[in-house]
């Protein structure tokens, strides 16, 4: 015998089955950074960090009990790259976040295709003002250059207390940027910058620098480069007999930086929105080192950062019942609430946030709090 049933309840089933429908079907991210060639080992911080945070999702039950589906691609810190793998995400059906890249040449080159498509773009690190600037889509997790400028500068003055120094900077937007602001804030503050010069990706001879410094005798050298760069540097400048104090910029807190230079780094000051000795992240760094056998450093902290902050945003658009798109996601990451992470507050002002930093020495082989 045939079942009839009647239109409120034929109604009231299939409302719980569309539900029941859309509760299952997976929450889209697209991840990118460099996981190959030179300074991997910041994009792979990246991707654990991201990874970590979503497991935690995972063991919750989804973001409201949907799962969540990761799209990752290598743009190799190329920005030719970068716009070749944002494409790919954007053409993901489904995609309602992005988070990447690494440097600010590949983040920017990756905007204009999330732009085109509303899909919000979260860089855990893009640090240059203009990032943000491109259009309401763009968002960062680490504060912008001309803020780590100055922090930059009191890392020289206050921290090491020199009044004339010398800047070598990556020859990229970073390095550019990052090295006329910081020359800039250390004049304002008193000091006097004898020589900025640029370094161009993968160099392996600083002994021409090396010996410009040891004719200008500065009382301090500020390292706007990559790990690699920057370790190779410093070897060279120790076995030049220079033991100058040295400063440096975030890329340099990275585990890798002291790998790399061994004794050479021993008293280089840093400044960072992450200390893995901070009892406050404390859980975060347990369950770091119980996944991937390491200490934490700033770039997983601040990709952590990013997808929790990029989470959030989804979870309140499926609560709200209004449709998962990414142009829902962007609104509300621009107007939702602060988001306490662990590298300090997230409230987006025109994509941009603004974080307090600590200031950490290399000792004994280990970065410590100075």
Partial sequence: ???????????????????????????????????????????????????????????????????????????????????????????????????????????????????????????????????????????????????????????????????TVVIPYSQDDWGLYTGKATAAAIVKGGGQVLLTEAVVAGAKDFRPLVSKIKSLKPEGVFLALPYQEASIFLQQLRQAGVDIPVGGGIPLTSPKFLELSGKAAEGVELHTLFFAGNPKTAAFTEAYRKKYNRTPDQFAALAYDATGVGVAAIRRVIQSGKPLTGQAVRDELANGAAYQGITGVTKYENGNVRKDPVFIKVSNGQFQID
């Fill in 1 to 163: 015998m045939s079942r009839r049933y009647s239109r409120p309840l034929f109604a009231a089933l299939s409302s719980l089955l569309t539900a029941s429908a859309l509760a299952a079907d997976p929450v889209s991210i697209g991840f990118f950074s460099h996981l190959s060639g030179n300074f991997a080992q910041y994009g792979i911080s990246f991707q654990e960090g991201v990874n970590l945070y979503l497991d935690e999702v995972k063991a919750a039950g989804g973001i409201e009990g949907r799962p969540v589906k990761l799209i990752v691609e290598d743009d190799r810190n190329s920005p030719q790259e970068a716009a070749t793998v944002a494409r790919k995400i954007a053409e993901t059906p489904g995609v309602v976040l992005a988070i990447g890249s690494w440097s600010t040449t590949a983040s920017v080159a990756a905007a204009p295709i999330f732009t085109e498509a509303k899909i919000p773009q979260i860089s855990p690190t893009a640090s240059h003002p203009d990032f943000s600037k491109l259009s309401p889509y763009q968002f960062r997790q680490n504060n912008t250059d001309d803020v780590l400028a100055q922090y930059n500068a009191d890392t020289i003055q206050k921290q090491l207390k020199a009044k």
